[in-house]
Protein backbone atom coordinates (compact mmCIF):
# COMPACT_ATOMS: atom_id res chain seq x y z
CA UNK A 1 0.00 0.00 0.00
CA UNK A 2 2.52 2.53 1.05
CA UNK A 3 4.08 1.69 -2.67
CA UNK A 4 0.79 3.04 -4.30
CA UNK A 5 0.75 6.30 -1.93
CA UNK A 6 5.12 6.95 -3.04
CA UNK A 7 4.09 6.42 -6.88
CA UNK A 8 0.79 8.89 -6.38
CA UNK A 9 3.02 11.47 -5.13
CA UNK A 10 5.98 11.41 -7.04
CA UNK A 11 3.49 10.66 -10.35
CA UNK A 12 1.82 14.15 -8.95
CA UNK A 13 5.01 16.07 -8.11
CA UNK A 14 7.14 15.29 -11.12
CA UNK A 15 5.00 16.07 -13.89
CA UNK A 16 1.59 18.43 -12.41
CA UNK A 17 3.85 21.63 -12.91
CA UNK A 18 4.01 20.57 -16.61
CA UNK A 19 0.29 20.28 -16.99
CA UNK A 20 -0.12 23.39 -15.86
CA UNK A 21 2.33 25.00 -18.13
CA UNK A 22 0.04 23.19 -21.01
CA UNK A 23 -3.00 24.52 -20.32
CA UNK A 24 -2.34 27.92 -19.84
CA UNK A 25 -0.15 28.07 -22.61
CA UNK A 26 -3.17 26.80 -24.88
CA UNK A 27 -5.46 29.34 -23.56
CA UNK A 28 -6.93 28.32 -19.64
CA UNK A 29 -7.15 31.12 -16.88
CA UNK A 30 -5.48 30.49 -13.68
CA UNK A 31 -8.81 28.45 -12.50
CA UNK A 32 -9.78 26.80 -15.73
CA UNK A 33 -5.63 25.20 -15.63
CA UNK A 34 -6.56 24.36 -11.52
CA UNK A 35 -9.83 22.60 -12.86
CA UNK A 36 -7.83 20.83 -15.62
CA UNK A 37 -5.06 19.32 -12.92
CA UNK A 38 -8.36 18.84 -10.12
CA UNK A 39 -10.29 16.86 -12.67
CA UNK A 40 -6.68 14.31 -14.36
CA UNK A 41 -6.11 12.99 -10.31
CA UNK A 42 -9.91 12.90 -9.89
CA UNK A 43 -10.20 10.92 -13.04
CA UNK A 44 -6.80 8.69 -12.60
CA UNK A 45 -7.54 8.25 -9.12
CA UNK A 46 -10.88 6.70 -9.80
CA UNK A 47 -9.61 4.67 -12.97
CA UNK A 48 -6.65 3.43 -10.67
CA UNK A 49 -9.24 1.91 -8.03
CA UNK A 50 -11.59 0.61 -10.22
CA UNK A 51 -9.90 -1.48 -12.68
CA UNK A 52 -7.30 -2.83 -11.02
CA UNK A 53 -10.41 -3.44 -8.15
CA UNK A 54 -11.95 -5.41 -10.81
CA UNK A 55 -9.23 -7.54 -12.56
CA UNK A 56 -6.95 -8.20 -9.54
CA UNK A 57 -4.13 -6.66 -12.07
CA UNK A 58 -2.25 -3.65 -10.88
CA UNK A 59 -3.08 -2.02 -13.75
CA UNK A 60 -2.17 1.90 -13.55
CA UNK A 61 -2.65 4.82 -15.27
CA UNK A 62 -1.65 8.39 -15.40
CA UNK A 63 -2.26 11.48 -16.99
CA UNK A 64 -0.64 12.22 -20.56
CA UNK A 65 2.45 13.55 -19.59
CA UNK A 66 3.93 13.75 -23.49
CA UNK A 67 0.49 15.11 -24.19
CA UNK A 68 1.13 18.18 -21.45
CA UNK A 69 4.33 18.62 -23.45
CA UNK A 70 2.46 18.59 -26.50
CA UNK A 71 0.35 21.39 -25.10
CA UNK A 72 3.46 24.06 -24.13
CA UNK A 73 4.59 23.87 -27.42
CA UNK A 74 1.32 24.07 -29.07
CA UNK A 75 1.15 27.21 -27.11
CA UNK A 76 1.30 29.21 -30.70
CA UNK A 77 -1.49 27.12 -32.44
CA UNK A 78 -4.71 28.62 -30.28
CA UNK A 79 -4.89 30.97 -27.10
CA UNK A 80 -8.32 29.52 -27.28
CA UNK A 81 -8.90 27.02 -24.40
CA UNK A 82 -12.40 26.00 -26.08
CA UNK A 83 -10.45 25.03 -29.24
CA UNK A 84 -8.25 23.39 -27.16
CA UNK A 85 -11.15 21.63 -25.22
CA UNK A 86 -12.31 20.37 -28.24
CA UNK A 87 -8.98 18.95 -29.13
CA UNK A 88 -8.68 17.40 -25.98
CA UNK A 89 -12.15 15.35 -26.54
CA UNK A 90 -11.34 14.16 -29.83
CA UNK A 91 -8.19 12.88 -28.42
CA UNK A 92 -10.22 10.78 -25.86
CA UNK A 93 -13.25 9.83 -28.27
CA UNK A 94 -10.13 8.12 -30.71
CA UNK A 95 -8.88 6.24 -27.78
CA UNK A 96 -12.03 4.77 -26.94
CA UNK A 97 -12.39 4.24 -30.94
CA UNK A 98 -9.08 2.38 -30.85
CA UNK A 99 -10.71 0.05 -28.12
CA UNK A 100 -13.37 -0.20 -29.99
CA UNK A 101 -11.60 -0.82 -33.63
CA UNK A 102 -7.90 -2.45 -33.06
CA UNK A 103 -7.07 -1.46 -36.55
CA UNK A 104 -6.81 2.03 -35.24
CA UNK A 105 -4.74 1.19 -32.33
CA UNK A 106 -2.63 -1.25 -34.52
CA UNK A 107 -2.43 2.09 -37.19
CA UNK A 108 -1.15 4.26 -34.14
CA UNK A 109 1.34 2.02 -32.80
CA UNK A 110 2.92 0.84 -35.78
CA UNK A 111 4.17 4.21 -36.29
CA UNK A 112 8.03 3.84 -37.31
CA UNK A 113 9.99 4.54 -34.45
CA UNK A 114 12.43 7.05 -35.55
CA UNK A 115 9.16 9.26 -36.93
CA UNK A 116 7.07 8.53 -32.95
CA UNK A 117 10.79 9.30 -30.92
CA UNK A 118 11.89 12.13 -33.18
CA UNK A 119 8.42 13.74 -32.99
CA UNK A 120 8.62 13.42 -29.45
CA UNK A 121 11.75 14.51 -28.46
CA UNK A 122 10.93 17.76 -30.84
CA UNK A 123 8.03 18.52 -28.78
CA UNK A 124 10.27 17.86 -25.66
CA UNK A 125 13.59 19.71 -26.73
CA UNK A 126 12.67 23.38 -26.33
CA UNK A 127 10.80 23.04 -22.99
CA UNK A 128 14.30 21.09 -21.62
CA UNK A 129 16.18 24.33 -23.15
CA UNK A 130 14.36 26.50 -20.16
CA UNK A 131 16.62 25.38 -17.39
CA UNK A 132 19.15 27.09 -19.33
CA UNK A 133 17.00 30.38 -19.63
CA UNK A 134 16.13 30.57 -16.62
CA UNK A 135 19.63 30.70 -15.33
CA UNK A 136 19.80 33.16 -17.26
CA UNK A 137 16.77 35.21 -16.71
CA UNK A 138 16.09 34.25 -13.16
CA UNK A 139 19.44 33.29 -11.80
CA UNK A 140 18.62 33.71 -8.15
CA UNK A 141 15.59 31.26 -8.34
CA UNK A 142 16.96 29.25 -11.07
CA UNK A 143 20.51 27.85 -10.25
CA UNK A 144 19.73 26.35 -6.44
CA UNK A 145 16.22 24.61 -8.09
CA UNK A 146 19.38 23.20 -10.76
CA UNK A 147 21.61 22.32 -8.18
CA UNK A 148 19.23 20.20 -5.86
CA UNK A 149 17.93 18.29 -9.18
CA UNK A 150 21.36 17.25 -10.16
CA UNK A 151 22.37 16.77 -5.91
CA UNK A 152 18.96 14.36 -5.40
CA UNK A 153 19.82 12.99 -9.11
CA UNK A 154 22.93 11.31 -7.80
CA UNK A 155 21.37 10.17 -4.85
CA UNK A 156 17.90 9.43 -5.20
CA UNK A 157 16.89 10.04 -8.58
CA UNK A 158 13.60 9.39 -7.94
CA UNK A 159 13.30 12.20 -5.52
CA UNK A 160 15.53 14.76 -7.73
CA UNK A 161 12.37 16.70 -9.75
CA UNK A 162 9.83 16.46 -6.55
CA UNK A 163 12.93 18.06 -4.60
CA UNK A 164 13.48 20.51 -7.36
CA UNK A 165 9.70 21.48 -6.93
CA UNK A 166 10.34 22.05 -3.37
CA UNK A 167 13.18 24.33 -3.75
CA UNK A 168 11.52 26.52 -6.39
CA UNK A 169 8.15 26.84 -4.24
CA UNK A 170 10.46 27.97 -1.16
CA UNK A 171 11.93 30.50 -3.94
CA UNK A 172 8.68 31.60 -4.93
CA UNK A 173 6.94 32.12 -1.33
CA UNK A 174 10.61 34.03 -0.49
CA UNK A 175 10.08 36.56 -3.43
CA UNK A 176 6.41 36.71 -4.31
CA UNK A 177 5.57 36.54 -0.43
CA UNK A 178 2.28 34.34 0.65
CA UNK A 179 -1.12 36.25 -0.98
CA UNK A 180 -0.82 32.88 -3.47
CA UNK A 181 -1.96 30.49 -0.99
CA UNK A 182 -5.09 32.92 -0.26
CA UNK A 183 -5.87 33.04 -4.23
CA UNK A 184 -9.22 32.66 -4.98
CA UNK A 185 -7.92 29.62 -7.51
CA UNK A 186 -5.96 28.12 -4.12
CA UNK A 187 -9.45 26.35 -3.70
CA UNK A 188 -10.04 22.84 -5.15
CA UNK A 189 -13.17 23.73 -7.94
CA UNK A 190 -13.91 22.42 -11.20
CA UNK A 191 -14.70 24.42 -14.05
CA UNK A 192 -16.50 23.72 -17.08
CA UNK A 193 -15.37 24.76 -20.61
CA UNK A 194 -17.73 24.54 -23.72
CA UNK A 195 -15.63 22.50 -26.55
CA UNK A 196 -15.07 24.25 -29.78
CA UNK A 197 -14.37 22.18 -32.44
CA UNK A 198 -11.92 24.06 -34.62
CA UNK A 199 -10.55 21.76 -37.27
CA UNK A 200 -6.95 23.29 -37.51
CA UNK A 201 -6.41 22.67 -33.70
CA UNK A 202 -8.00 19.14 -34.09
CA UNK A 203 -5.23 18.61 -36.32
CA UNK A 204 -2.22 20.48 -34.88
CA UNK A 205 -3.58 19.46 -31.36
CA UNK A 206 -5.63 17.19 -31.10
CA UNK A 207 -4.76 14.33 -33.22
CA UNK A 208 -0.75 14.42 -32.21
CA UNK A 209 -2.19 14.80 -28.96
CA UNK A 210 -3.94 10.89 -29.46
CA UNK A 211 -0.33 10.06 -31.19
CA UNK A 212 1.89 10.49 -28.23
CA UNK A 213 -0.63 10.00 -25.98
CA UNK A 214 -0.76 6.58 -27.48
CA UNK A 215 2.65 5.63 -28.84
CA UNK A 216 4.77 7.41 -26.11
CA UNK A 217 2.23 6.23 -22.85
CA UNK A 218 -0.02 2.92 -23.66
CA UNK A 219 2.11 1.36 -25.73
CA UNK A 220 4.93 1.43 -22.79
CA UNK A 221 2.63 0.75 -20.50
CA UNK A 222 1.30 -2.64 -21.81
CA UNK A 223 4.94 -3.54 -22.39
CA UNK A 224 5.56 -3.22 -18.64
CA UNK A 225 3.01 -4.95 -17.65
CA UNK A 226 3.69 -7.67 -20.05
CA UNK A 227 7.87 -7.18 -18.73
CA UNK A 228 6.09 -8.51 -15.17
CA UNK A 229 4.00 -11.32 -16.07
CA UNK A 230 0.69 -9.24 -17.05
CA UNK A 231 -1.77 -9.45 -19.68
CA UNK A 232 -3.39 -6.39 -19.53
CA UNK A 233 -6.62 -6.73 -21.63
CA UNK A 234 -6.50 -4.02 -23.90
CA UNK A 235 -9.85 -2.94 -24.81
CA UNK A 236 -11.16 -2.19 -21.38
CA UNK A 237 -7.96 -0.38 -20.75
CA UNK A 238 -8.66 1.96 -24.02
CA UNK A 239 -12.26 2.02 -23.84
CA UNK A 240 -11.97 3.75 -19.66
CA UNK A 241 -9.17 5.85 -20.08
CA UNK A 242 -10.66 7.43 -23.09
CA UNK A 243 -13.92 7.79 -21.52
CA UNK A 244 -12.12 9.11 -18.88
CA UNK A 245 -10.57 11.73 -21.30
CA UNK A 246 -13.80 12.66 -22.53
CA UNK A 247 -15.70 13.26 -19.53
CA UNK A 248 -12.45 15.25 -18.07
CA UNK A 249 -12.01 16.82 -21.17
CA UNK A 250 -14.75 19.66 -20.72
CA UNK A 251 -13.54 20.71 -17.07
CA UNK A 252 -9.66 20.77 -19.20
CA UNK A 253 -8.38 17.11 -18.51
CA UNK A 254 -6.01 16.49 -21.56
CA UNK A 255 -5.20 13.15 -21.49
CA UNK A 256 -5.46 10.01 -19.33
CA UNK A 257 -3.44 6.88 -20.29
CA UNK A 258 -1.79 3.71 -18.67
CA UNK A 259 1.20 4.76 -16.59
CA UNK A 260 4.63 3.15 -18.01
CA UNK A 261 7.43 4.75 -15.13
CA UNK A 262 5.18 4.42 -11.79
CA UNK A 263 3.92 1.01 -13.05
CA UNK A 264 6.87 -0.57 -13.11
CA UNK A 265 7.27 0.07 -9.56
CA UNK A 266 3.65 -0.84 -8.68
CA UNK A 267 3.90 -4.16 -10.80
CA UNK A 268 7.48 -5.01 -8.99
CA UNK A 269 8.09 -7.24 -6.46
CA UNK A 270 8.95 -3.76 -4.16
CA UNK A 271 4.33 -3.53 -4.06
CA UNK A 272 4.63 -6.68 -3.03
CA UNK A 273 6.22 -10.14 -2.47
CA UNK A 274 2.79 -12.19 -4.21
CA UNK A 275 2.36 -11.20 -7.85
CA UNK A 276 -1.65 -11.66 -7.21
CA UNK A 277 -1.47 -8.73 -4.47
CA UNK A 278 0.15 -6.26 -5.95
CA UNK A 279 -3.05 -4.53 -7.56
CA UNK A 280 -3.78 -3.26 -3.78
CA UNK A 281 -0.32 -0.89 -4.40
CA UNK A 282 -2.36 0.39 -7.48
CA UNK A 283 -5.79 1.21 -6.01
CA UNK A 284 -3.64 3.15 -2.94
CA UNK A 285 -2.12 5.28 -5.75
CA UNK A 286 -5.63 6.02 -6.95
CA UNK A 287 -6.70 7.02 -3.22
CA UNK A 288 -3.81 9.18 -3.32
CA UNK A 289 -4.50 10.90 -6.54
CA UNK A 290 -8.05 11.41 -5.37
CA UNK A 291 -6.28 13.25 -2.20
CA UNK A 292 -3.56 14.98 -3.97
CA UNK A 293 -6.33 16.58 -5.99
CA UNK A 294 -8.01 18.84 -2.86
CA UNK A 295 -4.03 20.31 -3.56
CA UNK A 296 -4.92 21.64 -7.15
CA UNK A 297 -5.80 24.84 -6.95
CA UNK A 298 -3.20 25.73 -4.59
CA UNK A 299 -0.32 24.38 -6.80
CA UNK A 300 -2.35 26.31 -9.33
CA UNK A 301 -1.81 29.47 -7.29
CA UNK A 302 1.75 28.83 -6.76
CA UNK A 303 2.06 28.33 -10.61
CA UNK A 304 0.37 31.55 -11.01
CA UNK A 305 2.53 33.29 -8.57
CA UNK A 306 5.91 31.96 -10.08
CA UNK A 307 7.64 33.80 -12.98
CA UNK A 308 6.81 31.46 -15.97
CA UNK A 309 10.67 30.60 -17.14
CA UNK A 310 10.87 29.22 -13.75
CA UNK A 311 8.24 26.99 -13.80
CA UNK A 312 8.37 25.44 -17.37
CA UNK A 313 12.48 25.18 -15.97
CA UNK A 314 11.40 22.81 -13.57
CA UNK A 315 9.02 20.52 -16.36
CA UNK A 316 12.10 20.55 -18.72
CA UNK A 317 14.39 18.81 -15.82
CA UNK A 318 11.88 16.39 -15.13
CA UNK A 319 12.00 16.06 -19.23
CA UNK A 320 15.29 15.20 -19.40
CA UNK A 321 15.16 11.81 -19.34
CA UNK A 322 11.88 11.38 -21.51
CA UNK A 323 14.04 13.52 -24.30
CA UNK A 324 16.96 11.43 -23.99
CA UNK A 325 15.30 8.16 -24.15
CA UNK A 326 13.13 9.55 -27.52
CA UNK A 327 16.12 10.76 -29.51
CA UNK A 328 17.84 7.32 -28.70
CA UNK A 329 15.13 5.29 -29.89
CA UNK A 330 14.87 7.87 -33.06
CA UNK A 331 18.45 7.22 -33.66
CA UNK A 332 18.90 3.53 -32.53
CA UNK A 333 18.73 2.11 -36.29
CA UNK A 334 21.61 4.36 -38.30
CA UNK A 335 19.66 3.82 -41.96
CA UNK A 336 16.79 5.81 -40.34
CA UNK A 337 18.66 8.72 -38.95
CA UNK A 338 18.39 11.16 -41.07
CA UNK A 339 14.53 10.25 -41.24
CA UNK A 340 14.79 10.96 -37.59
CA UNK A 341 16.40 14.06 -37.82
CA UNK A 342 14.14 15.88 -40.17
CA UNK A 343 11.23 14.46 -38.65
CA UNK A 344 13.16 16.35 -34.95
CA UNK A 345 13.70 19.54 -36.61
CA UNK A 346 10.25 20.36 -38.01
CA UNK A 347 8.92 19.63 -34.68
CA UNK A 348 11.59 21.28 -32.58
CA UNK A 349 11.27 24.63 -35.20
CA UNK A 350 7.64 25.14 -33.42
CA UNK A 351 6.64 26.14 -36.78
CA UNK A 352 2.98 26.50 -37.96
CA UNK A 353 2.05 26.22 -41.46
CA UNK A 354 -2.36 26.68 -42.71
CA UNK A 355 -2.68 27.55 -38.95
CA UNK A 356 -1.24 23.44 -38.06
CA UNK A 357 1.57 23.59 -35.48
CA UNK A 358 4.70 21.67 -35.74
CA UNK A 359 4.48 18.08 -34.03
CA UNK A 360 1.68 17.27 -36.97
CA UNK A 361 4.40 18.32 -40.20
CA UNK A 362 7.08 16.92 -38.19
CA UNK A 363 5.20 13.49 -38.78
CA UNK A 364 4.09 14.59 -42.37
CA UNK A 365 7.86 15.25 -43.07
CA UNK A 366 9.23 12.92 -41.72
CA UNK A 367 6.91 10.63 -43.35
CA UNK A 368 7.78 12.11 -46.63
CA UNK A 369 11.59 11.59 -46.14
CA UNK A 370 11.31 8.01 -45.00
CA UNK A 371 9.69 6.76 -48.10
CA UNK A 372 12.06 9.04 -50.47
CA UNK A 373 14.85 7.39 -49.45
CA UNK A 374 13.69 3.87 -48.98
CA UNK A 375 12.27 4.06 -51.96
CA UNK A 376 15.39 5.13 -53.63
CA UNK A 377 17.48 2.77 -51.65
CA UNK A 378 15.36 -0.13 -52.80
CA UNK A 379 15.43 0.90 -56.69
CA UNK A 380 18.95 1.05 -56.28
CA UNK A 381 19.22 -2.94 -54.83
CA UNK A 382 17.31 -3.60 -57.82
CA UNK A 383 19.54 -2.41 -59.97
Request: with cysteine.
Given at each position: ???????????????????????????????????????????????????????????????????????????????????????????????????????????????P????????A???????????????????L??????????????????????????????I??????????????A???????????????????????????????????????????????????????????????????????????????A?????????????????????????????????A??????????????????????????????????????????????????????????????????????????????????
Open positions: MATGIVAAVTGFASSFVLVLAGLRAVGATDAQAASGLLALCVLVGAVCIALPWYFKVPISFAWSTPGAALLVAAGAVTDDFGAAIGAFLVCGALIVLSGLWPALSRAITSIKPLAGAMLGILFPICLAPITAAIEQPVAIPVILVWLVLYRVAPSWAVPAAMVAAGIGAVTAGTDWATAPTAPALVFTAPVFDPLVIVSLGLPLFVVTMAGQNVPGFAVMTTFGYQVPPRPVLLTSGLATVVGSAFGAHGINLAAITAALMSPEAHRDPAKRWIATVSSGVGYLILGLCAGLAALVAASPPVLIVAVAGLALLGALVSSLTGALEEPRHRITAIATFLVTASGISVLGIGSAFWGLVVGGIVMLWLGWGRTRRQAV
